[in-house]
């Protein structure tokens, strides 16, 4: 099973005053799929502490996924791809580009998404959307690859060519 984290960045979220309805949106999927969530967190939309969730997450708890929802818009506020890409080591442009280019067949919108994904020691980071539909949209988009990048990306895997 893929030790996973799920990050919600959402300042009404944090302060309850709304309910967090994309985190256990995205849970289900992903154990559904055989991940397991060792980690969920509201926390507000906050650079430094984004930045300081995602290197515990990474280098304290060594999930090997931690999935982001939300600040990834154009608000003053959504700073969650910046922090994403302050913490990690190699970006993965792939995973993002995905997500728009399959979200734009849905709602011309998507093009409007600043997500970001990458890698920081054994641990892919990737932002998802705050809405829960498009989250899981999104996810179902690029939930069929990450067993394998991560198997690559943890060693359990070496091998990507086909035999």
Known sequence: MIKTAVLTMSDKGSRGEREDL???AIMEMIR??????VNYKVIPDDFDRIVSE???????????LVLTNGGTGFSRRDVTPEATMKVVERNVPGIPEAMRLKSLQITPK????????G???GTLIVNLPGSPKAAKENLEFILPALPHGIDILTGRDAECARK
């Open 119 to 121: 890698i920081r020691g």
């Open 110 to 117: 998507a093009m409007l998404s600043r997500a970001a994904a």
């Open 54 to 64: 995602l290197i515990y997450l990474c280098d304290e708890l060594e999930v090997e």
């Open 32 to 37: 559904d799929s055989g991940f397991e969530v």
């Open 22 to 24: 994309t985190g256990p």
